[in-house]
C-alpha cells in the first residue's frame, strides 16, 4: 500500500525550464530524501531533510532546491533545467536517519528534458 | 567512504531456475545490510535485513546470507518466478549513519 505520495508522475518540458515534484507521506516518519534514478537505475540520495535540518549531496547542482512546509512533504524544486536532468526522481522517507535502512519510497517522477 | 559493489548487472533465467545474486561491501564500521527490489513502475522496497549478529535473513522465499570474512553478501532463491522479475540492490548501512546502495541487478525471468 503506497505511503509516500508523489506528483507528478511525468513530466516533459524544454532546457531552461523550472520544474517542481511534489512528495508528501503519511507515514509520520520524521526524515525525508529525494533520490535521483538515472537510465541505468543507478541511485543516488541528492538530500536528506529531518527536523529542519537539511544535508545536501555536495555534488548536487544549485539549481536543485528541496523545500519542505512540514515533516510530512519535501518537495523538490530545478530552477532551469538541463538534458542531463533527465531520470525518475524518487522521494522517500523513514522513521529515524538512513542508517535504520529501511525507506520507503514513492513511485517516481520520471523527468524528460528535450 | 563506504562503497558496494554488485557486479552482475544483468541476470536472465528461465522460471524454476535458481538465483544466485553476488555483493560486496567495505566500510569502516559495523555494517547492517540490506536487499531492496524495485518492481517496474514502482520505487524500491526493502526486502531483507541482515545484521552482523544473525548472518541471515529469510523473506518471500528469498535468503540473503553474509559473510564477515569476506566482506560479501549474497541474495538467492531456490527457484524463481516471472514475477520476481525486477531490480535487486544490495545495501549498505555502515559510516556515519549512512546508507550506500549498489548499481543494482536486473533480473528478467522468462516464462
Known amino acids: 500500500e503506497t505511503a509516500v505520495f508523489q506528483t507528478p508522475n511525468y513530466h516533459v518540458t524544454q532546457v531552461g525550464n523550472e520544474v517542481s515534484f511534489n512528495c508528501k507521506q503519511t507515514?509520520?516518519?520524521?526524515?525525508m530524501y529525494w533520490y535521483k534514478q538515472d537510465s541505468k537505475k543507478l541511485l543516488k540520495i541528492m538530500f536528506s531533510?529531518?527536523?529542519?535540518?537539511?544535508?545536501v549531496n555536495e555534488t548536487v547542482p544549485r539549481r536543485f532546491s528541496p523545500q519542505s512546509s512540514d515533516k510530512a512533504h519535501l518537495n523538490l524544486r530545478i530552477k532551469s533545467v538541463e538534458p542531463e536532468d533527465s531520470a525518475v526522481y524518487l522521494c522517500?522517507?523513514?522513521?529515524?536517519?538512513?542508517?535504520?535502512?529501511?525507506?520507503?519510497f514513492g513511485e517516481g517522477s520520471k523527468l524528460t528534458v528535450l | 567512504g563506504d562503497s558496494v559493489t554488485q557486479m552482475q548487472g544483468q541476470v536472465t533465467l528461465s522460471e524454476d531456475d535458481f538465483l544466485f545474486i553476488n555483493c560486496t561491501y567495505s566500510?569502516?564500521?559495523?555494517?547492517?545490510l540490506f536487499w531492496y527490489v524495485q518492481y517496474p513502475g514502482e520505487g524500491p522496497q526493502l526486502l531483507l535485513k541482515?545484521?552482523?549478529?544473525?548472518n541471515k535473513g529469510i523473506s518471500r522465499g528469498f535468503e540473503a546470507t553474509y559473510d564477515k570474512g569476506t566482506t560479501s553478501f549474497h541474495l538467492q532463491k531456490a527457484s524463481v518466478q516471472e514475477s520476481d522479475s525486477a531490480v535487486y540492490y544490495c545495501?549498505?548501512?555502515?559510516?556515519?549513519?549512512?546508507?550506500?546502495f549498489g548499481a543494482g541487478t536486473r533480473l528478467a525471468v522468462c516464462p
Open positions: 545495501v549498505v548501512s555502515g559510516s556515519f549513519n549512512k546508507l550506500t
Open positions: 541482515v545484521t552482523t549478529a544473525n
Open positions: 522517500a522517507s523513514s522513521l529515524g536517519g538512513q542508517g535504520t535502512g529501511q525507506l520507503y
Open positions: 566500510t569502516t564500521w559495523y555494517p547492517t
Open positions: 531533510y529531518n527536523n529542519k535540518q537539511l544535508i
Open positions: 507515514l509520520g516518519h520524521d526524515t
